[in-house]
């Protein structure tokens, strides 16, 4: 990158880091049930919320209980399932339409982060009626106080739960992008984990995985704090001890708690500290071939933490040494590398992939899309141009 630009993007993190402390985050209130919801929307004064969730989970009848307990408590409600792994604009549009078709009043995401981002998107667009999700990409383009929202994560991974952003696909360029607003942070999260009881072990790991890339690239980014960085952490800590066993043991229902506790708490650090080229160059991928954003982060994360090299040496070790990794007799060098060690020990119990497939006539596309994204908003370890993502993207698919 040259210097111009490298200044330019340090000194836009920067700004943005002095903020930090006077920037209006805030957490979501926790609720351990989802028979809870019903008094929710009665406290809020709620009658009439529009469910968002994907076609999967609404087949499996993982909203049965929800919709059981508000019918009980005669509250109406409507539900929107046509929600796809990379949601899209025209997703957000027909969600709209069905809030507004059936006079909702509040919004409630049940899923992973794919109906968590419609359900925001949902919500800009109800805010924001004659503005197009594309004018409002990027930060703070919505300022207008969206409806109530309630997010119920069924996958311990994205965090989208606590976030202030939602990742939409346009549908005619597949172009994914993302949008920043601080009334896109849900206002109750539900951590409850039977909702997570039967989910394939396939969603546990790359969801889980998703949850890591976000602590550690929270951890690693030159924008954190000590709250951020003491989130991360403990989110790391949980997920080494708890993600292989919930893969092997779903009806371990300690371990699955664990597991939504850490996917929470590496959401907040994110939402503060934000993430890096890993997410950058996953949400290209996602967006031209639809890869599971888990499955892309979990692939990636260890080819960008080997290619930012010495600049995270120190902070990967202290990730090994507060996480019980054995570093006794261990130069910072070799505990770093047991971290990147870990993660690809991980990958390969999950049967993660090495690889991507990536099309060479892609390469050009998906690098100035990730550039786009990460530069100058993500304080990444060490910033890198155009040609080096590029770089990363052929080494990622590289059969």
């Known amino acids: 990158m040259n210097r111009l630009r490298r200044i330019y993007c340090r000194t836009f993190q920067k700004a943005l880091r002095l903020l930090l402390p006077i920037l209006p985050y805030r957490n979501p209130i926790m609720i351990e049930k989802i028979e809870e919801i019903p008094q929710v929307c009665i406290k809020n004064n709620k009658k009439a919320p529009l469910i968002v969730t994907d076609r999967n989970l609404y087949a499996l009848g993982l909203t049965k209980t929800l919709e059981e307990s508000l019918s009980e408590n005669q509250i109406s409600y409507a539900v929107y399932q046509d929600v796809t792994a990379n949601p899209t604009t025209d997703q957000v549009e027909k969600g709209r339409e069905v809030y507004l ?12 982060g794919s109906p968590m981002d419609c359900a925001k998107g949902i919500g800009a667009r109800i805010a924001r ?32 739960e606590t976030t202030l952003a939602a990742v939409i ?38 969801t889980g995985m998703d949850a890591l890339t976000h602590a550690i690239e929270a951890y690693i980014g030159k924008s954190g704090n000590r709250q951020t960085r003491k989130e991360a952490l403990f989110a790391m800590k949980l997920i080494f001890e708890n993600l292989e066993e919930t893969y092997l043991h779903p009806q371990n229902d300690s371990a699955r708690k664990e597991m939504l506790l850490a996917a929470h708490y590496a959401g907040r650090a994110f939402s503060k500290a934000y993430v890096g080229y890993v997410h950058a160059l996953a949400h290209a991928l996602g967006g031209k071939y639809d890869i599971p954003h888990g499955l892309a982060n979990a692939v990636i ?32 060098q070799e505990t770093a590398q047991m971290v990147i060690d870990r993660i ?4 390969r119990t999950f049967h993660h992939p090495t690889h991507l497939h990536i099309e060479e006539s892609d390469l050009d596309e998906l690098s100035h899309d990730a550039d786009i ?11 890198w141009n155009r040609n080096q993502l590029k770089e990363i993207l052929s080494q990622i698919g590289t059969e």
Do not use: W
């Open 101 to 112: 078709k059936n006079q909702c009043d509040c919004l409630i995401a049940f899923g992973g």
């Open 129 to 160: 009626p004659k503005k197009s999700l594309n004018q409002m990409k990027g930060l703070l383009k919505i300022r207008k106080k969206i409806p109530l929202l309630i997010a119920i994560p069924t996958t311990a991974g994205t965090g989208s």
């Open 169 to 206: 696909v346009d549908s005619k360029t597949r172009y994914k992008y993302a949008i920043n607003d601080f009334v896109l942070i849900p206002s109750y999260a539900i951590l409850d984990s039977e909702v997570t009881k039967s989910l394939p072990p396939q969603v546990v790991s790359t």
């Open 301 to 332: 994360l260890p080819y960008v933490l080997k290619a930012y090299g010495s600049k995270i040496e120190k902070k990967l070790s202290h990730i090994a040494e507060n996480c019980g990794f054995d570093i006794e007799g261990k130069s910072v």
């Open 344 to 347: 690809e020990k991980l990958n």
């Open 373 to 383: 994204e990460a530069n100058p908003l993500y304080p990444v370890p060490v910033l």
